[in-house]
Each structure stands twice: as structure tokens, then as C-alpha cells.
């Protein structure tokens, strides 16, 4: 399921299960691009969660994150976060690294 | 620049495909469906398994990945075990069998079979979807998305497949023409680039140096095997991008003594262009 955080329901959205968070901007070429992969993914496992933070919208999270390139991918596992993958990257290789992440 | 040709082939002489079919394939527009009907997708409890279906198993075996109570997974997505998903197909919901993975047998039993359908593609979604998205303007029935669709995609097409001929030509010229290379001058280039990646890799927010990046990093980044083989790659890359630019110079009868490569535009292959639009001929099939 895609779901777009704000400032107050980011914590909230990333507390369970493993989650995909996207940080990214309307008006960013690469973003649109990882946008397509991601809404791919989500058809396919649909019982992934994929969390978007608009930058704009959500500045408090960003500076939190100390956001400075995007899109910024970043995994998730019951609230934990493992590690982020900065730049646009390619479906197989998040397909790759959820497999380890969802059934390790 | 330092480097000169020695001898210059003729791009007249070189070979390309002079008919080309240009057509939009049909898992382009699929997908391209799919992206209208993708907000009013539902997911529904079904009885046989398919491939693309989520399962929810409970397991039993010895294979700790495979001894789990609650098992969800996509059948054929590959992120479980591929082998093990594909004896999943065609059992159904409450069914119990044996399974195998790595040898190993896995009791397993099917406890729901769900899967994500989506709506007909339609006018209404079609015009949804178009007041939000970028290209789609003033759409407002399926046909008319259809069209725009294939509209973009031929054009795309079109461009690709010229720009792709383009290429070919002035890599058969390349190829047969006699350079005589200054070696500083491509170590000069090839330092500017490793100069531009670095900048490259810093606007999206990676301060790693090329030099220190993992070859895992180095495949996910950049789709090589290792930094070295990037390198390398990099290197022949200006080697070509001066061979190029030498190339663009003659056609334009400009002395290479006189590039400046900050400014001289080393892509400019006018007399190549104007050839190649008189040769080339495209036929749309929609």
C-alpha cells in the first residue's frame, strides 16, 4: 500500500512491518522515475508499505533525516531503521534487497 | 586540441537500415493502462492459486526460512524462493501437501489466496487520469489516451531510431578512420570526468570517492562490475568523445588547432544529418 506521511503521521506510518520510505519532490525527473518502480512494486506485493515524504510538505521529517539529494530511499523494518539507498535505483535491486529484508 | 586525423573515412560508405517499421508494442500500452486503472485496483480473496496472487501459508520444516506459521508472499515475484513458489500454482485455499525446498520436504498448508484486479480500462478513469498527470491534456475518452499514448511512444521512437542510425554512422566512420591520438590530451578528458562524477554522485547526496566505492555499490550505481571496469570504460569513453569531436570538426572544415573543447560543439554532424533524412524513410504502423 503507498501511503503519503506527514510531519505528524510519519512515526506512526513506519512503526510496523517492513516499510519503503521515499523521499522525494513533485518537480524532481529522477523521483518521477523511482515513482513508477515503486507503484510497480506495490502492485505486485501489496503487502509492502511504501511511504512517501514530500520534502516540501514535510520539512520537519526532512531535517530530521538530513535529507540532501532525492530521491532518498529508505527501509524499514518494525520501526527500525536498517539502511537508505540515496539516488534513483533500479526495481531488481530493491527486489533484491527487500527478499533479504521480508524472509531473512 | 593536440590529437588529428590521419586519414578520414566516408560516412557515405556506411551501412544502415533504410525502412524502419515503427510501432507501439502492446505491453507498452498494457502498462500504459494499467497506470489508468491502477486507483481503482481491489484486492479479492480467490480459491486456485496464480502466479501474481498473495498467499498467506503456514510451513513446517526443518529449513528455518520454511518453518514459519504466517507465510506471506507473492507467488512468482521471486522474493521468497522461486522454485518453492512455483509448486504453489494451482493449489488452492485450505489445502494441505508437501512441498520441497532445498531437499527438504515443507508441510505446508494454504490459508488465504488473495489477488489484485484491476477495473476495465474506461472514459471516466482515462479522463481521471489525465487531469493529473503530465501530456494528457484535454483528454477525455480511452480512445483518445490510447492515442496520445501512441502519439508519444512513435515520436519517442522516431527519435530514438534516427538518433540511433545517427550513431551508427559515426561509429562506422570512427572505426575506419585513422587517428593519431595525443595521450595526454584523453588522460587530460579523462580526469574532467572523474571530476564530474564525483560532482554527480554528490548532488544526489553519495560524498563516497569513486575510488573508495564497493563494487556492490559500483553495480547498483553505475550497472558495472567493479570501479575498475568503470574506470576503464571511462577512459576509452574519451578517447571516443575526442575521436568524435575530431570527426564533427572535419565535417565542418574547422582546424582541430582551433578547438576549444569548453566550446566547440563536437556533436554537430550536419553534412551526416542532411544525408541521413534524405536517406531514411519510416512507416507508423498503429
Not at chain 1, 500500500?1 to 513506519?14: G, H, K, P, R, S
Amino acid at each position: 500500500m503507498i501511503q503519503y506521511a506527514t510531519d505528524e503521521t510519519f512515526e506512526e506510518l513506519v512503526s510496523e512491518g517492513v516499510v519503503l520510505v521515499d523521499f522525494f519532490t513533485k518537480t524532481c525527473g529522477p523521483c518521477k522515475m523511482l515513482a513508477v518502480v515503486l507503484e510497480e512494486l506495490d502492485d505486485e506485493f501489496p503487502f509492502l508499505n511504501i511511504v512517501k515524504v514530500d520534502c516540501e510538505d514535510c520539512p520537519k521529517t526532512s531535517d530530521r533525516f538530513g535529507i540532501e539529494g532525492i530521491p532518498d530511499l529508505y527501509y524499514y523494518k518494525d520501526g527500525e531503521m536498517l539502511f537508505h539507498e540515496p539516488g534513483a535505483v533500479n526495481g531488481d535491486y530493491i527486489r533484491e534487497k527487500l527478499s533479504g529484508i521480508l524472509y531473512a | 586540441m593536440r590529437s588529428k586525423i590521419n586519414t578520414l573515412a566516408d560516412f557515405h560508405d556506411a551501412p544502415f537500415e533504410r525502412k524502419i517499421v515503427l510501432s507501439c508494442p502492446p505491453e507498452h500500452m498494457e502498462k500504459k493502462l494499467r497506470a489508468v486503472t491502477r486507483a481503482g485496483k481491489q484486492v479479492i480473496d480467490v480459491t486456485r492459486i496464480e502466479a501474481g496472487d498473495v498467499v498467506t501459508l503456514s510451513a513446517q520444516s526443518s529449513l528455518p526460512k520454511f518453518n514459519k506459521p504466517s507465510l506471506v508472499l507473492t507467488v512468482g515475484g521471486g522474493l521468497f524462493d522461486k522454485a518453492f513458489e512455483q509448486q504453489l500454482l494451482g493449489r488452492e485455499a485450505g489445502e494441505s501437501f508437501t512441498a520441497q525446498a532445498q531437499d527438504t520436504p515443507v508441510e505446508v498448508t494454504v490459508r488465504t489466496v488473495r489477488r489484485t484486479v484491476f477495473p476495465e480500462p474506461s472514459d471516466e478513469l482515462a479522463k481521471k487520469y489525465a487531469e493529473t498527470h503530465d501530456g494528457f491534456d484535454g483528454v477525455e475518452t480511452l480512445e483518445q489516451y490510447k492515442a496520445r499514448v501512441t502519439d508519444a511512444y512513435l515520436e519517442e521512437a522516431h527519435r530514438e531510431a534516427y538518433y540511433e542510425t545517427l550513431r551508427q554512422v559515426v561509429v562506422y566512420v570512427l572505426s575506419h578512420t585513422d587517428f593519431d591520438f595525443d595521450e595526454s590530451e584523453i588522460e587530460e578528458q579523462y580526469q574532467e570526468e572523474l571530476k564530474a562524477a564525483a560532482e554527480s554522485l554528490k548532488e544526489q547526496g553519495i560524498d563516497t570517492p569513486l575510488d573508495d566505492m564497493s563494487d556492490e555499490e559500483c553495480r547498483k550505481r553505475f550497472g558495472y562490475e567493479s570501479i575498475a571496469a568503470l574506470k576503464e570504460d571511462m577512459h576509452n569513453g574519451c578517447e571516443e568523445m575526442i575521436a568524435t569531436m575530431l570527426y564533427s570538426a572535419a565535417l565542418q572544415g574547422v582546424d582541430p588547432a582551433d578547438i576549444d573543447p569548453e566550446t566547440f560543439d563536437g556533436y554537430n554532424f550536419a553534412p551526416v544529418e542532411d544525408y541521413l533524412k534524405q536517406e531514411l524513410e519510416f512507416q507508423e504502423v498503429r
